[in-house]
């Protein structure tokens, strides 16, 4: 998953609502990656943007409302997944991306800051579990397909096997602060398929796992 908020590859729409809200989006992104979000200022935010505090205020209100929306334009504009024909190929990519992301010298500690304050504001967390939910729905489809070609069993929950892969790479990130490199989300990925053929997410009586198709 991409987790980029500047969205690239994504067209947006124009006009100057749009503008604005692209560049507020893109100040209160750097805000929290520089100061976390008990320091985000909507005045701050403001004239890093370079539009007035009234429109700032008026349209997201409190720091909350700024980064509930700025995790909806994240979740909007990310990038597509891509097909690389086998399970452990499509996981080794969704890893990878997860480990850039959470490498990335600005990506990383916004996602820091955006964790840090959906643990104290149910706004910001509906908006972080929403995230993620469509992170995990457009990877989904490459397990369902590895269930096609007999990869792994029918009825193998999708959603989980993709929470598998970033599980630990978010460990590391959030949590011990090991190694975020290449070979420790070739290893997240590897675990998850080794697990998934396994039959470890096979659901009760092969049932098929639909919630993601």
């Excluded at 701050?44 to 334009?73: I, K, N, P, Q, S």
Aim: hydrophobic content about 45%; some cysteine; glycine content about 10%.
């Amino acid at each position: 998953m991409t987790e980029d908020a500047a969205g690239p590859g994504t067209v947006r729409p124009g006009g100057r609502t749009a503008r604005v809200r692209d560049a507020v989006l893109r100040a209160a992104g750097d805000a929290l990656a520089e100061h976390g979000f008990a320091a985000l200022d909507l005045a701050d935010v403001a004239r890093r943007a370079g539009v007035g505090r009234t429109t700032v205020y008026r349209r997201w209100g409190t720091a909350a409302g700024l980064v509930a929306d700025l995790l909806t334009d994240m979740a909007d504009t990310s990038l597509p997944r891509t097909d690389h024909g086998t399970l452990e190929a499509d996981l080794r990519a969704n890893a990878r991306l997860v480990r850039r992301t959470l490498a990335d010298p600005r990506q990383g500690p916004l996602f820091r800051a955006v964790i840090a304050a959906a643990g104290c504001d149910a706004r910001t967390a509906e908006a972080l579990h929403r995230f993620y939910d469509i992170r995990i729905g457009e990877w989904a489809p490459c397990v369902h397909r590895a269930a096609e070609r007999g990869e792994v069993p029918a009825g193998t929950d999708a959603r989980e096997v993709v929470r598998a892969v970033s599980a630990p790479l978010y460990y590391r990130f959030l949590v011990s602060g090991d190694a975020l490199d290449d070979a420790a989300a070739d290893r997240a990925a590897d675990a998850a398929a080794t697990a998934a053929r396994a039959g470890v997410y096979a659901a009760d009586g092969g049932a098929a796992d639909t919630a993601a198709k």
